[in-house]
């Protein structure tokens, strides 16, 4: 197995999930939980798997230095296409995470890695790297596709054989990740380089809602109930994704 770099076809899934619901409330968790955490000055930031861009272009417009590291082409150039319809001007490089050390010397204050670790062929590789970019003052934003949400949903439509044989990551050219993440194993992987500040869940009910009341919410009601559930006790772990912020230790 290798790591999976977007291809065209992916790059249009994604662009697609950003145009939905579904993209609105990654963001907009993402978001409420960077702002509650980072300080109010401008930051050096790196987005690591950055894609099309879309959290960078949002630091990036709140006067934080930004610097876009992605390998896909495609990906890389939608990034490119956001900064420039937007005005707004970051440092991009095309590059897999395994390039990044030797090729930044600086460390950053706030490091990015979402949705990445999933499309990984050794997830927790990328750990020591993510540790080494990021300054001892700074914070690391980690979000990923939570492998108990994969379980639960499994669980309500009944996909017993599939759960028995244990078979829930996606296929080869699947667009469903290759290595949905154990958070309880990701945490035991941390200890010792990071501490989780705040932990929250990135759709925590939206993708488990019948359709016919998923298609009639309005998308503003969705988003204030996502954000207001995202640290639940009960619902939190049930996230689609996960979002860790993290501090070095
Ligand atoms: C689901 S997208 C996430 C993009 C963006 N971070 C976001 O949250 O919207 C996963 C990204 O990881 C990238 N990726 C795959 N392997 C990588 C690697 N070895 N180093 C860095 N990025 C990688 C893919 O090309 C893709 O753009």
């Given at each position: 197995?290798?790591?999976?770099?977007?291809?065209?076809?992916?790059?249009?899934?994604?662009?697609?999930?950003?145009?939905?619901?579904?993209?609105?409330?990654?963001?907009?968790?993402?978001?409420?939980?960077?702002?509650?955490?980072?300080?109010?000055?401008?930051?050096?930031?790196?987005?690591?798997?950055?894609?099309?861009?879309?959290?960078?272009?949002?630091?990036?417009?709140?006067?934080?230095?930004?610097?876009?590291?992605?390998?896909?082409?495609?990906?890389?150039?939608?990034?490119?296409?956001?900064?420039?319809?937007?005005?707004?001007?970051?440092?991009?490089?095309?590059?897999?995470?395994?390039?990044?050390?030797?090729?930044?010397?600086?460390?950053?204050?706030?490091?990015?890695?979402?949705?990445?670790?999933?499309?990984?062929?050794?997830?927790?590789?990328?750990?020591?790297?993510?540790?080494?970019?990021?300054?001892?003052?700074?914070?690391?934003?980690?979000?990923?596709?939570?492998?108990?949400?994969?379980?639960?949903?499994?669980?309500?439509?009944?996909?017993?054989?599939?759960?028995?044989?244990?078979?829930?990551?996606?296929?080869?050219?699947?667009?469903?990740?290759?290595?949905?993440?154990?958070?309880?194993?990701l945490a035991a992987q941390l200890g010792g380089m990071w501490r989780v500040?705040?932990?929250?869940?990135?759709?925590?009910?939206?993708?488990?809602?019948?359709?016919?009341?998923?298609?009639?919410?309005?998308?503003?009601?969705?988003?204030?109930?996502?954000?207001?559930?995202?640290?639940?006790?009960?619902?939190?772990?049930?996230?689609?994704?996960?979002?860790?912020?993290?501090?070095?230790?």
């Amino acid at each position: 197995m290798s790591d999976r770099h977007f291809d065209q076809l992916a790059t249009r899934f994604a662009e697609k999930i950003y145009g939905g619901a579904k993209g609105a409330i990654r963001l907009a968790v993402l978001q409420a939980d960077l702002t509650e955490s980072l300080p109010g000055r401008p930051l050096r930031v790196l987005d690591i798997g950055a894609g099309l861009g879309h959290m960078s272009l949002w630091l990036a417009e709140r006067g934080h230095e930004v610097t876009l590291a992605e390998p896909a082409v495609p990906m890389l150039e939608g990034a490119r296409q956001r900064f420039a319809d937007a005005g707004q001007k970051a440092t991009f490089i095309q590059a897999p995470w395994q390039d990044l050390p030797s090729q930044l010397s600086e460390p950053y204050d706030l490091v990015i890695c979402h949705a990445v670790l999933e499309w990984l062929a050794e997830p927790f590789t990328i750990l020591p790297v993510l540790h080494q970019l990021t300054r001892n003052d700074g914070w690391l934003s980690l979000a990923f596709y939570n492998r108990d949400a994969l379980v639960y949903r499994n669980l309500l439509k009944g996909h017993f054989k599939k759960m028995r044989r244990n078979t829930l990551a996606g296929e080869k050219q699947s667009l469903t990740p290759q290595q949905p993440l154990d958070p309880r194993e990701l945490a035991a992987q941390l200890g010792g380089m990071w501490r989780v500040e705040t932990q929250s869940g990135v759709r925590v009910f939206h993708d488990y809602m019948p359709v016919e009341f998923q298609a009639r919410a309005e998308l503003a009601d969705l988003l204030e109930m996502e954000l207001a559930h995202r640290r639940h006790p009960s619902f939190a772990g049930l996230g689609r994704y996960l979002h860790w912020m993290c501090r070095p230790v």
